[in-house]
């Protein structure tokens, strides 16, 4: 059981909160529990639900499960213990070489190339920023929140214009 304290809190967004927790396994885990309070947190959970749930590739945050009831709404995600490109660029307390950069673009065109043509239905993420772009303990990137993104059909134009992303 994952309990929504401060000390496990590992980031927060507009649709909620992540917790860190650890498995009987001994598995570390982000939990994203969703703010029910907000009427947009119900179609975010179903959209990363609808999204996540067909999609396998390497750079790609892995769903473990999903916990879902009236009252509460969650996300059970592997854990990134190297956390978000964020930090890397804003901080001076950290660093990225070359051959981080390097392959950390190579990671993240990998993703998305895979979303736009790998994918049986496109799926336009619509919110790419550093604070979405995860590393694991070996600095191999993983995209999360796929709460606005969007699956194109055949019948929808492969130019999606409307605006739907973070504002900033």
């Known amino acids: 059981m994952i309990l ?4 496990n809190l590992i980031g927060s967004g507009s ?3 992540i917790y860190k927790g650890v498995l009987r396994s001994g598995t570390s885990i982000a939990v994203k529990v969703f703010n029910l309070k907000l009427e947009v ?9 609808e999204v ?3 999609l396998r590739h390497r750079n790609l945050v892995k769903v473990i499960t999903s916990c879902s009831n009236l009252d509460f709404k969650a996300l059970v995600l592997e854990y990134m213990p190297n956390e978000s490109l964020d930090k890397y660029l804003y901080s ?8 981080q950069r390097l392959s950390i673009m190579i990671d993240v065109a990998c993703a998305l190339e895979y979303l736009h043509h790998g ?3 496109p799926v336009i993420h619509c919110d790419l920023k550093p604070s979405n772009v995860l590393m694991d303990e070996d600095m191999v990137v993983h995209l999360s929140d796929f709460g606005i993104s969007k699956l194109l ?11 739907l992303a973070t504002i900033g």
């Open 4 to 7: 929504q304290i401060e000390s």
């Open 15 to 17: 649709f909620g909160s």
């Open 41 to 49: 947190a119900f179609k975010s959970f179903d959209t990363e639900c």
């Open 52 to 54: 996540l749930r067909s």
């Open 92 to 99: 001076h307390n950290y660093f990225l070489d070359i051959r």
């Open 119 to 121: 994918c049986s239905l």
């Open 153 to 163: 059909g055949e019948d929808e134009s492969d130019l999606y214009t409307k605006t």
